[in-house]
């Protein structure tokens, strides 16, 4: 990867194109994009230029890649980060065409670049090593913050930028001589020492005089006795280029100047109300001039500050008339939805019927597509609109829905209040209520706060059957934590009934989603899954309901981990992948749900892997999920609890102090911080804080049982260790006694009565019981527990001086420790046992993993290896191992650390020699 900087007019872009003119192969990819001020709004519209995306692409993965990125549907309420989606279409894009061919992106302009386009670039180069790409952006100095960023993880991974400074004295000569055909004179030198070493502004000064027929070429060029006086800017001298052009021709550009650097003749033909046949004489003698350049399917101005000088050059009233009526007549031609709001947003001039009427139309689609610029639009639109005008309703109600999609959750609660004031129209109230409660949970109100704005809406009259179902299950979600799940789920009842009634899919799938939690809570786990399972059927494959639908298959996941049906939550994790990958969904929260399966199952480096590695590099850019405060509690509790077993202790206290950092304000952030708990707990007691360390995992006991999910029973049985070991038996029989309910609680016994076994087995010292929780786990799992289970069978045994199976247990649990790296738990069940004279034999031993080199490799990494090998590209890995990209680059990264490969061919080349086969 390459970042150019420079100054505008320094030779960035010229660079580029002489260094790929010269180098570049026949069958290389090359693709070229930029952004203005004009398209900044615009969410991925710099890399979709770059990776031309178009709906008419002959080449059927970008033209798939562009349906995807307009079929996405807004259902409100919106998580915000609208643009996660659209990003990963573009990274798997990428990928695809990288593994088809060598390939070249160039981004033109990043100090311009949208925040969805810039987060391409960062992940693309983050990933530089394991495609064959040349990645290269160009920059003015001292961009905003995201852009400088994105320049220092550039430096960081050893990616080479080049600062480009002026000429100096003895190339400018050599620049005009070349130009001119001899050596410049005194005055011809003088005339181009302003430019102070500007390329473009040489370039143009001198072609400035030679258009005048002001240089006179004698032994040396220099300026004829009466050339005319020239303009003393870059800008000026630019504008002045127009008089190479005719009158109607110039006329034509400035025009064009309003549709960016980059445009169609359709556009312009439409804008300008002539036929594109009519045109082409005028638009040849541009092209003739060095005004605008052939760009494919779309002409482009040479240089921006070209584009920007005649542009700048109509005074700003008449640049804002022009936007105004461009967007009018793009409209009518039917053209983009978002070039029509790009035009509209440059006019900034609100109150035409015509625009209105076209905001009520396209707001929904604005909000998906592009959030902020929605905002803008319909915020303007709404001061010079009256409430009583019928359009006001629509207005507004987009805007509310423009404001969720950006995560703008306190302006959405003001504006949506500030609405049902006026909203007469029944439907419309419902759904502003319905946003307005949303954003207020987002917000972190209070619950009392958001159920109190449902009721209100249920009040509504003329209310629609439709909207009563779905307040219903929303109030059978928000009712639990105030007043528990028996009011809870007389709501989620009452949602169900009304909604099979109207046969409305989304409300029927939110009710039985409330009841899934309400089961859950009570530990009714197969009735949960049966409701999980019937909103899935409900909603199909129909991708209106995609949100939900992936939200539902990450419950199927949790549930069938606590019903002890490990296989089963495996495979609807491949399922859930599966259909992230179907509907071309951003795999977001399904990272942190793989990552706890992966950690019961034993599976600690693919955990690791699902989590991803380099969480502070550009975590704005990068990692939008961990916005979500309860994603970010198991993202770094996972971390820190892997990394404390492995004795990794400045990974896991760097995990520790940004996850404890994460503020708890609901029942909702405590129901994901157990993790995070338990890795502090194991790190006070490394610290030999072995009190400290129990009443912190104490905490977790006084679970809100009609209230509260929290699966405080995987916890407890080293709870009640570490209370034995702090001689505190209180503490100890609370723990058990707290399992004893989890366990009675469940009406299949799954995971708590296991756990119940442990805690009773070691506060009673019965081997019996503990024997059994060992059976189940060997049979049943989860992996992470067995071990666990088997060291304190073999404390047991040795209490009552077996030391013979004792020893047996040890050495198993031994075993199973170092297959998952655990060495804080070797050391552990060590000194338990050493004061009963026992140590581990030596088949209790394994020989510790190496750390480079292919025996180094899990066995999922050796796999994506030999599928490296085999030529498939990161989407097709994920696709045919049911990871997602992300994922899928996080292994190929740590496989490139162990091999000390430089990139795929590397890789291929070690898997090849290792006689690997996919």
């Known amino acids: 990867m390459v970042w150019i900087e420079g100054e505008p007019g320094i030779g960035k872009s010229s660079l580029v194109a002489e260094a790929l003119a010269a180098a570049s192969q026949p069958g290389w990819d090359v693709g070229w994009g930029g952004a203005d001020q004009l398209t900044a709004p615009l969410p991925l519209r710099a890399m979709q230029d770059c990776l031309q995306v178009r709906p008419s692409s002959s080449d059927p993965r970008r ?78 100095p001292a961009p905003r913050r995201e852009v400088e960023q994105v320049r220092t993880a550039v430096v960081r991974r050893g990616g080479q930028v080049i600062a480009l400074g002026p000429l100096a004295e003895p190339d400018v000569i050599a620049l005009v001589a070349a130009m001119v055909g001899a050596s410049p004179g005194d005055g011809l030198r003088q005339l181009t020492a302003q430019a102070a070493g500007n390329p473009l502004y040489v370039r143009e000064l001198v072609d400035a005089v030679r258009r005048e027929q002001g240089v006179r070429i004698r032994p040396v060029a220099d300026l004829a006795p009466r050339s005319k006086q020239l303009p003393a800017s870059l800008t000026a001298v630019l504008g002045d280029r127009l008089g190479s052009v005719s009158a109607e021709t110039a006329q034509l550009l400035r025009t064009a100047t309003l549709l960016g650097r980059r445009f169609t003749v359709t556009d312009l033909s439409a804008v300008l109300r002539r036929p594109a046949l009519d045109m082409a004489a005028n638009l040849q ?17 040479r240089h ?37 709001a790009q035009q509209l947003s440059a006019a900034r001039t609100p109150g035409a019927d015509w625009a209105r009427a076209w905001l009520v139309q396209a707001a929904p689609m604005l909000a998906t597509r592009a959030p902020q610029l929605a905002v803008e639009l319909l915020r303007a639109e709404l001061e010079e609109t009256l409430a009583g005008d019928a359009a006001w309703e629509a207005l507004i109600v987009g805007l509310i829905r423009a404001l969720l999609a ?26 502003t209520s319905w946003m ?41 979600m928000v009712e639990r934590v105030p007043r528990g799940i028996v009011a809870s789920r007389t709501f989620a009842r009452q949602a169900l009934t009304v909604a099979e009634k109207v046969g409305d899919p989304s409300a029927t799938a939110q009710a039985l989603s409330a009841l899934w939690l309400i089961n859950s809570v009570e530990r009714d786990h197969a009735a949960a899954l049966d409701c999980v399972d019937r909103a899935l059927r409900v909603m199909g494959d129909d991708p209106v309901h995609d949100e939900l639908h ?33 509907s071309g969904r951003a795999d977001r929260a399904t990272g942190a749900t793989a990552a706890v399966l992966r950690y019961w199952l034993g599976q600690w480096d693919d955990a690791l892997a699902e989590l991803g590695s380099d969480a502070t590099d550009a975590p704005r850019l990068v990692y939008s999920f961990l916005r979500e405060r309860w994603s970010a509690l198991l993202f770094h509790g996972v971390a820190a609890l892997i990394a404390g077993r492995r004795e990794q202790r400045t990974t896991a206290g760097q995990h520790l102090r ?33 009190r400290q360390a129990m009443l912190r995992l104490a905490e977790l006991i006084p679970r809100q049982r009609d209230r509260e999910m929290t699966l405080i029973h995987q916890w407890l049985p080293d709870l009640v260790r570490l209370a034995l070991e702090a001689g505190d038996s209180d503490v100890a029989r609370a723990a058990a006694d707290a399992c004893g309910e989890e366990a009675a609680a469940e009406t299949r016994p799954a995971r708590a009565a296991t756990a119940n076994l442990r805690c009773h087995g070691l506060l009673g010292s019965d081997p019996d019981q503990l024997a059994e929780a060992v059976a189940h786990c060997r049979a049943v799992g989860p992996a992470v527990e067995l071990p666990a289970a088997l060291e304190d069978l073999a404390v047991v045994l040795a209490e009552h001086g077996n030391a013979e199976d004792a020893r047996a247990a040890v050495n198993e649990a031994v075993g199973l420790y170092e297959g998952m790296q655990a060495r804080w738990d070797t050391r552990r069940a060590e000194g338990r046992l050493r004061p009963h004279g026992i140590k581990l034999g030596v088949r209790g031993r394994r020989a510790p993993r190496p ?16 599928l490296v090998a085999r030529g498939d590209s990161t989407s097709d890995i994920a696709r045919s191992m049911f990871l997602s990209q992300r994922t899928v680059r996080t292994y190929i990264s740590h496989i490139l650390t162990k091999l000390d490969a430089k990139s795929r061919v590397d890789i291929a080349r070690e898997a090849l020699r290792q006689g690997a086969a996919p």
């Not at 404890?660 to 610290?687: G, K, T």
Request: hydrophobic share 45%; net charge negative.
């Open 63 to 140: 033209a798939h890649a562009a349906d995807l990125l307009r079929s996405r549907l807004l259902g409100p309420p919106s998580d915000g980060d609208a643009s996660v989606n659209g990003i990963e279409v573009l990274l798997t894009l990428a990928d695809e065409l990288c593994a088809a061919a060598p390939t070249v992106l160039v981004v033109d302009d990043l100090q311009w670049v949208d925040e969805a386009s810039l987060a391409v670039w960062h992940q693309l180069a983050a990933s530089i090593s394991q495609l064959r790409l040349l990645l290269i952006g160009t920059c003015r």
């Open 550 to 582: 992936s939200s539902a298959l990450d419950a199927r996941i949790f549930t069938l981990q606590n019903l002890d049906e490990w296989q089963q939550a495996e495979l609807a994790l491949r399922q859930s992948r599966e259909f992230t990958q179907r």
């Open 436 to 476: 307005l409660a949303h954003a207020q949970v987002s917000a972190g109100h209070s619950s009392e706060n958001a159920i109190s704005t449902i009721r209100q809406a249920l009040g509504t009259f003329g209310l629609p059957r439709v909207w009563e179902a779905r307040l219903l299950a929303g109030l059978g």
């Open 285 to 301: 003698e541009a092209v003739s001039a060095g005004i605008v350049d052939d760009a494919g399917t779309e002409l482009a101005f």
């Open 406 to 431: 950006v995560g703008a959750y306190e302006e959405a609660v003001g504006e949506a209040s500030k609405a049902l004031a006026v909203i007469t129209d029944p439907a419309r109230r419902c759904e």
């Open 851 to 866: 750390t480079t080199g292919w025996e180094a490799l899990t066995p999922t990494e050796v796999k994506i290896a030999t």
């Open 304 to 340: 921006p500050l070209i584009r920007q000088a005649l542009y700048e050059s109509m005074p700003q009233a008449l640049r804002t008339a022009l936007h105004a009526e461009a967007a009018r007549e793009l409209a009518a031609s039917g053209a983009d939805a978002l070039s029509i």
């Open 658 to 690: 940004e996850g404890l950092a994460l503020p708890i304000e609901n029942i909702p952030d405590r129901e994901n911080q157990d993790f995070l708990l338990a890795a502090h707990a194991l790190s006070l007691e490394q610290r030999g804080e072995a």
